[in-house]
Structures are given as structure tokens and as C-alpha cells.
């Protein structure tokens, strides 16, 4: 309510030609500069102050966090309390809103009752459990509106702490964890996006850990010794330890496929191992096997890689026209995702 009549207030405007000359770049004392209705053109009347002149108008003029997915975390905060306060004291409503053009980015909200919440609450936590908490939170905001989607399907969604994999009623994180979507009607739809009802918390995939990077899962695979050999030996594997900004994509080939290709890795020298390894790899970029991306990337190489299908039909075939499938596919690391594969190219 509060941020609602401050945004309401506009700053140092006395008069109807001083609102429609500046609409919609005017600035209310809360410091909102843009307004998401027309605000001339919804005056219906007005009374004269000493100091101003007040405008009666036919539509509820919203702050940046009412018009956002933020506003049914508010307005619900009797089923969403944990939420609510979290809002407020933990910096969970950080990105979920623009507070200055109305300009959201696109979100889907996973959110929990307070009965699905549990004890101990967010105000008696300790610090470290409610930054772990704050983080299970946001494994469960999608950084996209699954409304433009045409609704929740099977695929794998991006998230500020790892890709989240729906599947029929379902969310599983990283480990397999899966939680329930109790409803695909929504607690509450905004401009930028939706809030849905689910009964747990996911665990979150921290982007930083280097323990779970792609190298490192690829080293605990007994099935890809022969490709961490290779890796090890051509100079690239600390680039796959990397994280933050760095991404790989690994169609990684099983013992099993390089041998029956023929290929020694144990006599290829450090320029051949390179060029071996950086054909299965495609940096900067995630890829799983649910249809999201289809077309053309390049390798690691540079070389050109046509990806198509979707799960049991996936693909991805190079420029000599050779075409391999994952037998194990979606092995989320922190810095990437690794499919297993059975032929090389």
C-alpha cells in the first residue's frame, strides 16, 4: 500500500499540460521516472490544494514491484509470509523488477506456502541456513515467462543456480531431486510473468563450485578415461575448470567409442589430442538434449556442428556429415552440461 500512494505522488507538477509534456518520462517522489499508463489520459477530474493540484483518475496507477511478479508475494503475504519476509530482509525480490522504467525481465516463480516452508522460520534462521535457503528460493525462479512458452513443458529452464528439467507435474534439479507443481493455475500473474504453488525446495547448483565442474565430473566417469587422458595431455583441461562466466557443452566419447574408431590416444602427440577433444566441445553455451536449440554452433575447433531433435531423437552431426547421439545425456556440471556418446566423428 505503501509503495502504491508514494507512486502516485508526482514530483514538482502542478498542472494537466505539465503531465501530458512530460508523459511518460515524469518522476513520482519515490523515484519511479516511467509510468505504465498514460496518465493524461486517465485524469477524470480534479481538486485544487493550497500547494498543488490533485487529479482524481479512473485507473489504479502500480509501483514497479505491484506491476511485477513481486506484487503476489505481497498481496498473498498471509500464505507467503516466509516469502514476504524474506522480501523485505534477505534481498530474495533482488531482479525480479524494474523499479525505474517498469521495464521486468520475463520470470516464472516457483513458490512455497508457509505449510510447505516448514521450521525453523526465515527470521530464525541462521545467517548461513537462510543464505541457503535464499539460494533454494532462487533455483526455483526461471529466468523466463513460461506463459509466452504456451505453459510449463518438458524441457530444461534457466535458473540463477542451475537448469531446472519439468517433466510431466515435476521439477528436478541437478541431483535428480524432484519436487511437485501443485497447480498450473497460478497463485499470480503479472506483467512479467507468473507465481506457482509447489510442495518442496530444490537443491541450488552453485556456478562457482569448482568441484562440480564438467572437467571434473568427466574425471569421476571411469566410462571417459580415455578422453580425460586426452584432455589432460593436450594442454585445454584447465579451460574446463573455469567458472562464472565460462560454458561448455561436452559430447563426451566413452572408452568404448574411441576404441572401436581405432584412435590410440596414448600415441597422438599434444597438437592431435587437442584438435580430438576440442571437436567435442562447444563452448559458451548450454545444450541439452530437449529440442531448445536446434541448428547450426561451432566446436572448439571452429568447426560447424548441425544440432537437431529433441530427447530420444537428439542429435548432432559435423561438417563432414558424421552423426552421434547421447547414450547418457544432460550431465549438469557448474559450468556446463555433458552428454555421453558412444560413436566420434
Not at 506463459?147 to 534439479?173: C, E, Q, S
Request: glycine share 8%.
Amino acid at each position: 500500500m505503501y509503495t502504491l500512494i508514494r507512486s502516485n505522488i508526482i514530483e514538482n507538477l502542478w498542472y494537466k499540460s505539465d503531465l501530458a509534456r512530460l508523459n511518460p518520462d515524469w518522476k513520482s517522489i519515490t523515484g519511479y521516472s516511467r509510468m505504465v499508463a498514460d496518465v493524461p489520459s486517465i485524469i477524470s477530474g480534479s481538486v485544487r490544494a493550497s500547494n498543488s493540484i490533485i487529479y482524481k483518475v479512473n485507473k489504479l496507477i502500480e509501483s514497479p514491484e505491484m506491476n511485477s511478479v513481486v506484487g503476489g508475494v505481497y498481496l498473498k503475504y498471509k500464505k507467503f509470509s516466509q516469502w514476504y519476509w524474506m522480501f523485505l530482509n534477505a534481498g530474495l525480490s533482488e531482479g525480479l523488477y524494474d523499479g525505474q522504467y517498469y521495464q521486468h525481465s520475463p520470470k516464472t516463480v516457483l513458490i512455497q506456502s508457509d505449510d510447505v516452508w516448514g521450521f525453523p522460520l526465515a527470521e530464525d534462521l541462521l545467517d548461513l541456513d537462510r543464505q541457503y535457503r535464499l539460494q533454494q528460493c532462487r533455483a526455483g525462479i526461471f529466468n523466463i515467462d513460461v506463459r509466452a512458452d504456451n505453459g510449463f513443458r518438458k524441457r530444461f529452464y534457466p535458473t540463477n543456480f542451475g537448469y531446472i528439467l519439468y517433466d510431466n507435474g515435476k521439477f528436478y534439479d541437478y541431483t535428480g531431486n524432484s519436487i511437485n507443481l501443485i497447480s498450473t493455475v497460478p497463485e499470480w500473474e503479472a506483467t512479467n510473468g507468473a507465481i506457482y504453488s509447489v510442495d518442496g525446495f530444490l537443491k541450488p547448483l552453485d556456478k562457482l563450485n569448482d568441484t562440480l565442474t564438467v572437467y571434473n565430473l568427466i574425471k569421476k566417469d571411469p566410462e571417459l578415461s580415455l578422453y580425460l587422458s586426452a584432455l589432460d595431455r593436450s594442454g585445454i583441461a584447465s579451460q574446463l575448470q573455469l567458472t562464472g562466466f565460462f560454458t561448455y557443452s561436452i559430447l563426451a566419447p566413452q572408452n568404448a567409442a574411441i576404441t572401436a574408431a581405432g584412435i590410440s590416444v596414448a600415441t597422438m602427440d599434444a597438437t592431435q589430442l587437442r584438435s580430438f577433444v576440442q571437436a567435442y566441445i562447444i563452448p559458451n553455451r548450454y545444450i541439452f538434449t530437449d529440442g531448445d536449440f536446434n541448428g547450426q554452433i561451432a566446436n572448439k575447433n571452429g568447426e560447424r556442428l548441425s544440432v537437431g531433435g529433441q530427447w530420444e531423437s537428439f542429435t548432432v552431426t559435423n561438417s563432414s556429415g558424421k552423426t552421434i547421439q547421447p547414450v547418457t545425456a544432460n550431465i549438469q556440471g557448474s559450468n556446463g552440461v555433458i552428454h555421453k556418446v558412444n560413436r566420434v566423428f
